[in-house]
T-cell receptor, first 113, second 117 residues
Framework: GNSVTQMEGPVTLSEEAFLTINCTYT??????LFWYVQYPGEGLQLLLK?????DKGSNKGFEATYRKETTSFHLEKGSVQVSDSAVYFC????????????FGAGTRLFVKA | KAGVTQTPRYLIKTRGQQVTLSCSPI?????VSWYQQTPGQGLQFLFE???????NKGNFPGRFSGRQFSNSRSEMNVSTLELGDSALYLC????????????????FGPGTRLTVL
C-alpha cells in the first residue's frame, strides 16, 4: 500500500540556518504530494503541494520538488526563523489509495534565536 | 469564511464509556475526513465522508464509527472506550471537484483532545 517516510526529529537549528526535511514515498499510482505544518495547539494547515512530477511547490520561503525518479519530496528553506518552529508532515493522496491522504510521522522543528 | 470547528475541544472519559465528537466543515465543503493523532502512531486515517456517504475507511476496529448529515456536518462515535483511544482527533474538510480528492487541499480543525482514564 501507499506510505510516506519522513526523517525523524526533532531537528534543532539556529535562526537563519538552512533547513532540509527529507520525505520519500511509496505509491502504486501517480500521487499528489503535500507538506502540512502544525503549530502548537493548532490543527494542520497546508504549506505547499505538487500534483505531478517535476512540479515545485512553494510558500512562505519553503520549497519542495516532486521527484518521481527518486520518489521524494524534500522540504527546504534557505533561512529559518523562530516562528517556523512547528511539526511538519509530508503526505500523499492518489486514486489507487481511494484518494485517502496518507501522512508521514511528522518532523518536529525547533529554531533557536 | 469560518474555518473547520470541532466540539468539544477537550474530553475526559473512563474505560467502557462511549463518546461522540462533532465536526462542522467550512461552508460549501462536502468532504469530511477524520484522523487520529497520537505521539507514537502519528496521523492515522479513520474515515472519509462525501455527501453523507462513507467512501473510505481506515484500519480501525468497528468501535469507531461516523456519519455525515445533509448539511455536511459530521460526527464520529467511539464505543467501549479503551485507554489506547486517548488521542487528538482531527477533522478535515475539503471541496473536491466532482468528488475527486486528488491534489485537493484539506482544511483541518483544531481537534478534540480525548483522554480515557
Amino acid at each position: 500500500g501507499n506510505s510516506v517516510t519522513q526523517m525523524e526529529g526533532p531537528v534543532t537549528l539556529s535562526e537563519e540556518a538552512f533547513l532540509t526535511i527529507n520525505c520519500t514515498y511509496t505509491a502504486t499510482g501517480y500521487p499528489s504530494l503535500f507538506w502540512y505544518v502544525q503549530y502548537p495547539g493548532e490543527g494542520l494547515q497546508l504549506l505547499l503541494k505538487a500534483t505531478k512530477a517535476d512540479d515545485k511547490g512553494s510558500n512562505k520561503g519553503f520549497e519542495a520538488t516532486y521527484r518521481k525518479e527518486t520518489t521524494s519530496f524534500h522540504l527546504e528553506k534557505g533561512s529559518v526563523q523562530v516562528s517556523d518552529s512547528a511539526v511538519y508532515f509530508c503526505a500523499l493522496s492518489d486514486r489507487t489509495g481511494g484518494f485517502k491522504t496518507i501522512f508521514g510521522a511528522g518532523t518536529r522543528l525547533f529554531v533557536k534565536a | 469564511k469560518a474555518g473547520v470547528t470541532q466540539t468539544p475541544r477537550y474530553l475526559i472519559k473512563t474505560r467502557g464509556q462511549q463518546v461522540t465528537l462533532s465536526c462542522s466543515p467550512i461552508s460549501g465543503h462536502r468532504s469530511v475526513s477524520w484522523y487520529q493523532q497520537t505521539p507514537g502512531q502519528g496521523l492515522q486515517f479513520l474515515f472519509e465522508y462525501f455527501s453523507e456517504t462513507q467512501r473510505n475507511k481506515g484500519n480501525f476496529p468497528g468501535r469507531f464509527s461516523g456519519r455525515q448529515f445533509s448539511n455536511s456536518r459530521s460526527e464520529m462515535n467511539v464505543s467501549t472506550l479503551e485507554l489506547g483511544d486517548s488521542a487528538l482527533y482531527l477533522c478535515a474538510s475539503s471541496s473536491p471537484t466532482s468528488g475527486n480528492l486528488l491534489g485537493v487541499e484539506q482544511f483541518f480543525g483544531p481537534g478534540t483532545r480525548l483522554t480515557v482514564l
